[in-house]
């Protein structure tokens, strides 16, 4: 029988049995609202065709309805006290594979191996929620599409359009791929403990028609000038490319007027193909 992990009571009492408290330092809120559990699911859009990978099961509960989709299902945790828990919320899903690593450094391409367009669904710990989603898009795995429960601020940098003040690297990054949207808002209600921000569920997935953006030639480059166009807020963006890049001023400020880019914008003027066709110019200048 599967434990109703979403039941306030039943979460207070497994966390008793076993003698453990909720680590504020590792982003320990669980899910415990049913409603909000099913949309982030149905975001997902699963069939037993999907790998689906997981960052920090918990106690299970996503875990729990995810393998009751998905073909496979692996979960990346950090905290080895919840192991005993898990091995009774898990106990009826054979099909998911537990990895007890930091998600901050597990290898996404080695993990997910032959398998095509993969999903990640996930109830992010929220002291790591940016370096997670920018470890996770550059890890150069073809992703179907990415389902994230996020502070409501990070999903607002996620889908920010330049010179909006919450446009950055962030954004970038989710945007050169795929397309963000908001699922749904989550109060803070829907947590056991409680955080003290709202959250957002957001999905990003590859758009499902009209003409692919034109990509970077060289990826691990073309995040490096966008690190230094985002780099130093304040300063042009020629300033901070160069104080950012192995290139000289010169050929930076070469390169930007090829791409008909004004010198002294600044990076967060920059559209995401603006970025990418600085990126391809200043490449072949290196
Ligand atoms: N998925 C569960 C749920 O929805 O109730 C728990 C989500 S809780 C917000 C975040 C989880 O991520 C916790 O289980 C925490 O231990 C785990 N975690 C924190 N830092 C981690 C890291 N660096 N790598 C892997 N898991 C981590």
Known sequence: ???KLTKPSVVQTLLRQHNLRPSKGLGQNFLINEHYLAQIVAAAEL???DLVIEIGPGL????QALASQAGRVI???KDQRLA???AISLAPHKQVQLVW??????D???LVGEATQPKVVANLPYYITTPLILRLLQAEVPWRCLVFLVQAEVADRMQASPSNKDYGLLSVACQYKHEVEIVTRVPASA???APTVASTVVKLQAPASGRPRELAVEEPWFWQVVRAAFGQRRKTLANSLSAGLPLTKEQIQLGLVAQGVEPGARGEDLTVDELVGVANELGCRR
């Open 191 to 193: 947590f056991y403990p």
């Open 108 to 110: 996404y391409q080695q």
């Open 1 to 3: 029988m599967q434990l």
């Open 60 to 63: 299970g509960t996503l875990t």
């Open 84 to 86: 005993p828990v898990l």
């Open 75 to 77: 979960s990346i945790e």
């Open 101 to 106: 690593q930091d998600a901050l450094t597990v």
């Open 47 to 49: 069939s037993p065709a």
